[in-house]
Structures are given as C-alpha cells and as structure tokens.
C-alpha cells in the first residue's frame, strides 16, 4: 500500500515538472516572438524616417532653387 501511495506521489510531482518546463517553453516563444515584432516594428520606423529626411531634404533644395 505505501508502495503505491509513494508511486503516486512520484508521478504527480513528475507532471508538475512536465507543467512547468512547457510554461516556461510557451513563454520563451511569446517572448521571441514579441522581439522579433519589435525588430519588425523598428525596421519599418527606421525607414519612415529616412523617408521623411529625404522629403524634408528635397523641399529644402528646392526651396533653396526658388530662392536663388
């Protein structure tokens, strides 16, 4: 009888550890994923600003020629 009461307990504290170590998994993956989106996010934000920086400096140049 305590055989199996002790065989019992081994395997629920076994699933346990199965639990943690795939929340632990599961979370890594959100996280890379959430970076990964970051890196997406400041790619395109890098490029909407050298966009903008060429607009602002092609008006420059032709407001410097309209000027002249």
Excluded at 28 to 38: V, W, Y
Excluded at 57 to 67: L, P, T
């Amino acid at each position: 009888m305590k055989i199996l009461v002790i065989a019992v307990q081994v395997v629920l504290l076994a699933g346990c550890g199965v639990e943690v170590a795939t929340t632990a998994a599961t979370s890594a993956a959100i996280k890379k994923q959430e970076i990964e989106a970051g890196k997406q996010t400041k790619e395109m934000m890098e490029k909407k600003i050298d966009q903008a920086t060429q607009a602002m400096q092609q008006r420059a140049e032709q407001q410097g020629k309209v000027d002249k």
